[in-house]
């Protein structure tokens, strides 16, 4: 009887995200304000807090292990996500073509899934998407939330540099070229 309260509570929380996620894809994805602190002014998150995503441990599809912390010194796209998720789903494609143009100069992607393993991997095949897709669970919201995504909307994409350090944070899908820019900006 408690699978029905916590699956309808993982279903309430996945049309939310969802929804939000929708909702910022139509009215522009938000580039989030980074600052020296959280508390220094509403909706700013510290560039510090990047710790957070480097300390993940989480599974992926197949069950195997991946630990963030091995890509420390290399610039990290970590990005929130779901199957479900129509904006999520339209740039994955360009993700997975800018992580193969900048793979070999230190640049590690990764996609932090709120769904299940099944779903992950027939995605994952389907798109021949090459970097890790790990999956979480509604915790994965509550830690989008703490690097600067209030709404826990998806998709977010968290952009970390060599030292760890948040250097970009969106809410909302984000194009290839801006992606790319991003990137650019911090391995040059």
Known sequence: MKRLPQAALIALVAIAAGAAGFWTSRHGGAILPLGPSPQSHPGQV???????????????????????????????VANFWATWCPPCLDEIPDFVDVFEAHRESGVRFVGLSIDNPRNV???????QVSYPLLIGNAEMLKLAQALGNPAQALPFTVILDRDGQIRHATVGRL?????????????H
């Open 121 to 127: 991997a027939a995605f994952r095949d389907r798109l």
């Open 46 to 76: 510290a560039p510090a807090a990047g710790a957070r995503l480097l300390a993940l441990t989480l599974a992926d599809a197949d069950g195997v292990a991946h630990d963030l912390g091995r890509w420390r010194g290399q610039v990290v």
């Open 175 to 187: 194009s290839k070229s801006d992606l790319a820019g991003k990137i650019s900006s911090l391995i």
